[in-house]
C-alpha cells in the first residue's frame, strides 16, 4: 500500500495505543470461545451468527450516530464489502458449522493456518514483505497451536466436512483481513467496522427464521452469551482490531492473533474449571513466545531512518527489515 493516512507509529510512545487495542482484541476474541460453548448449545450455526451480528451492528451503529461519522468515503466500500461478506458472514457462520463437526482442538490447528495465509496475503498484495522476524515468530506460534490443538483433541471428533469446513473460515478470514486494510486507508475504524458489521448481517439474513424460532426455546444464559458476542468480541474487538491493523501492518496483526489458543486455554481453567494439561500449557507458552518475536524489530535494522519507524516502513514497502 502506497499514499496511505493512517502512517505508523514513528517512535514507541506512538505505538502504545495499536498495541493495546491489539491487546483488547485478543482478549476479547479469546473470551468469545468460552461463550459460544454456552450459546452454541441452543443456537445453530447460522443463527448464532445473525444474532451475534444484530447485536454488534446495534451497538455499532449507536456509536456511529453519537460519534456523527456518517458513510464512509466511496473509495472504502469494496474493501468493506470484500471484509462484511467473508469475515463477518462466510467465517462465522462457517466457524460455527466447522465446530460442530470436529473436536476443538482440530478446529483451532486449522483455524490457525490464517494468520500465515494473511501474511502471505499481505506480501503478494499489499506489498508488506515478510520480515524475517514476523517468518519465525509465526513458525513458532504455529508449532504452539498445533501442541495446543493436539492436546485438546478428542477421539473420533473430527470429520472430512468439519476439517474442510475450519479451512473455508481461516481462508475467509484470512481474505477479509487483507482486503479490510486498504479501506482503513479512506475510513476511520469504527466506520470500516460498523459497515462490515451490517455487510456481515445481511448476508446472514437467511437463518432469520432459524433465530426467531430457536431464541423462543432457547435459555437465557445462552442467549446473553449471544448478546455479548456481540457487543464485546465483534462490536469492541473488530473496532480495536481495525484501529490496530490502520496502523502495523497485516501479516503482523495476524501474527498476533497466535496469543488467542493461550488465553482461551487460561480462561477455560478459570472460568471453566477445565485444568490444562501439561502438554497443553506448553503449546501456549510456545504461542506467546511466537507473538513476541513476531512483533520484535531488530535494534539494527534501521540506522539512519528512525529506528522503529524506520524497519516498519521497509516491511510496508516489501524490503528486508534486516
Same mark, same amino acid.
Given at each position: 500500500?502506497? $499514499?496511505?493516512?493512517?502512517?505508523?507509529?514513528? %517512535?514507541?510512545?506512538? =505505538?502504545?495505543?495499536?498495541?493495546?487495542?491489539?491487546?483488547?482484541?485478543?482478549?476479547?476474541?479469546?473470551?468469545?470461545?468460552? @461463550? !459460544? +460453548? %454456552?450459546?452454541?448449545?441452543?443456537?445453530?450455526?447460522?443463527?448464532?451468527?445473525?444474532?451475534?451480528?444484530?447485536?454488534?451492528?446495534?451497538?455499532?451503529?449507536?456509536?456511529?450516530? !453519537?460519534?456523527?461519522?456518517?458513510?464512509?468515503?466511496?473509495?472504502?466500500?469494496?474493501?468493506? *464489502?470484500?471484509?462484511?461478506?467473508?469475515?463477518?458472514?462466510?467465517?462465522?457462520?462457517? /466457524? $460455527?458449522?466447522?465446530?460442530? #463437526?470436529?473436536?476443538?482442538?482440530?478446529?483451532?490447528?486449522?483455524? $490457525?493456518?490464517?494468520?500465515?495465509? !494473511?501474511?502471505?496475503?499481505?506480501?503478494?498484495? /499489499?506489498?508488506?514483505?515478510?520480515?524475517?522476524?514476523?517468518?519465525?515468530?509465526?513458525?513458532?506460534?504455529?508449532?504452539?497451536?498445533?501442541?495446543?490443538?493436539? %492436546?485438546?483433541?478428542?477421539?473420533?471428533?473430527?470429520?472430512?466436512?468439519? &476439517?474442510?469446513?475450519?479451512?473455508?473460515?481461516?481462508?475467509?478470514?484470512?481474505?477479509?483481513?487483507?482486503?479490510?486494510?486498504?479501506?482503513?486507508?479512506?475510513?476511520?475504524?469504527? #466506520?470500516?467496522?460498523?459497515?462490515?458489521?451490517?455487510?456481515?448481517?445481511?448476508?446472514? /439474513?437467511?437463518?432469520?427464521? #432459524?433465530?426467531?424460532?430457536?431464541? @423462543?426455546? *432457547?435459555?437465557?444464559?445462552?442467549?446473553? $452469551?449471544?448478546?455479548?458476542?456481540?457487543?464485546?468480541?465483534?462490536?469492541?474487538?473488530?473496532?480495536?482490531?481495525?484501529?490496530?491493523?490502520? +496502523?502495523?501492518? =497485516?501479516?503482523?496483526?495476524?501474527?498476533?492473533?497466535?496469543? &488467542?489458543?493461550?488465553?482461551? &486455554?487460561?480462561?477455560?481453567?478459570?472460568?471453566?474449571?477445565?485444568?490444562?494439561?501439561?502438554?497443553?500449557?506448553?503449546?501456549?507458552?510456545?504461542?506467546?513466545?511466537?507473538?513476541?518475536?513476531?512483533? @520484535?524489530?531488530?535494534?539494527?535494522? *534501521? *540506522?539512519?531512518?528512525?529506528?522503529?519507524?524506520?524497519?516498519?516502513?521497509?516491511? +510496508?514497502?516489501?524490503?528486508?527489515? +534486516?
Amino acid at each position: 500500500m502506497t $499514499n496511505e493516512p493512517n502512517l505508523l507509529p514513528h %517512535s514507541p510512545r506512538a =505505538a502504545w495505543p495499536a498495541l493495546a487495542a491489539a491487546a483488547v482484541t485478543v482478549v476479547l476474541w479469546a473470551s468469545a470461545f468460552v @461463550s !459460544i +460453548r %454456552s450459546a452454541g448449545d441452543a443456537y445453530s450455526p447460522g443463527a448464532l451468527a445473525l444474532g451475534r451480528l444484530l447485536a454488534g451492528s446495534l451497538a455499532l451503529g449507536c456509536v456511529l450516530l !453519537i460519534r456523527r461519522e456518517g458513510l464512509p468515503p466511496r473509495a472504502a466500500w469494496p474493501g468493506i *464489502a470484500v471484509s462484511g461478506l467473508l469475515w463477518f458472514g462466510v467465517y462465522m457462520v462457517v /466457524l $460455527n458449522w466447522g465446530e460442530q #463437526q470436529v473436536d476443538a482442538g482440530t478446529a483451532a490447528m486449522v483455524v $490457525n493456518i490464517g494468520p500465515i495465509l !494473511i501474511a502471505l496475503l499481505g506480501a503478494r498484495l /499489499l506489498g508488506e514483505g515478510l520480515p524475517p522476524r514476523l517468518v519465525a515468530g509465526m513458525a513458532v506460534s504455529f508449532a504452539g497451536a498445533v501442541v495446543v490443538g493436539l %492436546s485438546m483433541s478428542g477421539e473420533g471428533g473430527s470429520s472430512t466436512l468439519g &476439517v474442510v469446513l475450519c479451512l473455508v473460515a481461516a481462508v475467509g478470514y484470512a481474505a477479509g483481513v487483507v482486503a479490510q486494510k486498504p479501506a482503513l486507508a479512506h475510513a476511520s475504524a469504527l #466506520q470500516v467496522t460498523t459497515f462490515g458489521c451490517l455487510v456481515g448481517t445481511v448476508a446472514c /439474513l437467511p437463518f432469520a427464521g #432459524q433465530l426467531v424460532g430457536q431464541a @423462543s426455546d *432457547a435459555p437465557l444464559p445462552a442467549t446473553l $452469551n449471544m448478546v455479548y458476542l456481540g457487543v464485546f468480541p465483534t462490536a469492541l474487538a473488530f473496532t480495536t482490531w481495525a484501529y490496530a491493523l490502520a +496502523r502495523t501492518t =497485516a501479516g503482523r496483526m495476524g501474527a498476533t492473533t497466535y496469543a &488467542v489458543p493461550a488465553l482461551v &486455554v487460561l480462561m477455560s481453567w478459570l472460568a471453566l474449571d477445565e485444568v490444562p494439561a501439561p502438554l497443553t500449557l506448553a503449546g501456549g507458552a510456545l504461542c506467546l513466545a511466537g507473538v513476541a518475536v513476531s512483533r @520484535s524489530r531488530a535494534r539494527t535494522a *534501521a *540506522a539512519g531512518t528512525g529506528g522503529e519507524a524506520g524497519a516498519e516502513a521497509a516491511s +510496508r514497502r516489501g524490503e528486508p527489515s +534486516r
